[in-house]
T-cell receptor, first 115, second 113 residues
Framework: SQTIHQWPATLVQPVGSPLSLECTVE??????LYWYRQAAGRGLQLLFY??????ISSEVPQNLSASRPQDRQFILSSKKLLLSDSGFYLC??????????????FGSGTRLTVV | GNSVTQMEGPVTLSEEAFLTINCTYT??????LFWYVQYPGEGLQLLLK?????DKGSNKGFEATYRKETTSFHLEKGSVQVSDSAVYFC????????????FGKGTKLSVIP
């Protein structure tokens, strides 16, 4: 069966520090991968998605970046965090385009607090 | 483009009350429709889905029927429990060629004993 792992679960970082959040998927090949952010009390904001290794699409211009160095690994990074980067970050995967009847599977999320 | 509109929350109900969370959509083609649930501090979980008109998705006592004529996918449960307290998201996919789900803004449900 497919599983998705996201870590760390919680993170407190000072303003201006770097960030690296990691997400890995097991039990499937060539998944579509997604990073979402959820600010407190608000909806989901799609940040990045990837349909293959090295292929990243950005939905919102900001100081975050994403990389996909391996088929089932998706990394969210920042060189210098801002206070406004605080939030709940969610990774998700789906089957490749054409199979979206299956929906997304989400990781358990990372609570990031920038202080 | 695609869009999903959910009723604004928060919704507060007493235990055993009837729940309806409204969801309407705008989409090209023939979308699949989903409800996701997010319990406090957790990621989203797929609650139920429907892939064509008049389909009824159901899970854990929740139901939603895909109504093409009214472009709606309302979530219902006959008797809510405290453990149903969560945020509920309606979403759609427009099928082949689309890489993304489009989510509504979420509706927070609180069930009090």
């Amino acid at each position: 069966s497919q599983t998705i792992h996201q870590w760390p679960a919680t993170l407190v970082q000072p303003v201006g520090s770097p960030l690296s959040l990691e997400c890995t998927v097991e039990g499937t090949s060539n998944p579509n991968l997604y990073w979402y952010r959820q600010a407190a009390g608000r909806g989901l904001q799609l940040l990045f998605y990837s349909v293959g290794i090295g292929q990243i699409s950005s939905e919102v211009p900001q100081n975050l970046s994403a990389s996909r160095p391996q088929d089932r690994q998706f990394i969210l990074s920042s060189k210098k965090l801002l206070l406004s980067d605080s939030g709940f970050y969610l990774c998700a995967w789906s089957l490749s385009a054409g199979s979206l009847n299956y929906g997304y599977t989400f990781g358990s999320g990372t609570r990031l607090t920038v202080v | 483009g695609n869009s999903v509109t959910q009723m604004e929350g928060p919704v507060t109900l007493s235990e055993e009350a009837f729940l309806t969370i409204n969801c309407t959509y705008t989409a090209t083609g023939y979308p699949s429709l989903f409800w996701y649930v997010q319990y406090p501090g957790e990621g989203l979980q797929l609650l139920l889905k429907a892939t064509k008109a008049d389909d009824k998705g159901s899970n854990k006592g929740f139901e939603a029927t895909y109504r093409k004529e009214t472009t709606s996918f309302h979530l219902e449960k006959g008797s809510v429990q405290v453990s149903d307290s969560a945020v509920y998201f309606c979403a759609l996919s427009s099928g082949a060629g689309s890489y993304q789900l489009t989510f509504g803004k979420g509706t927070k449900l609180s069930v009090i004993p």
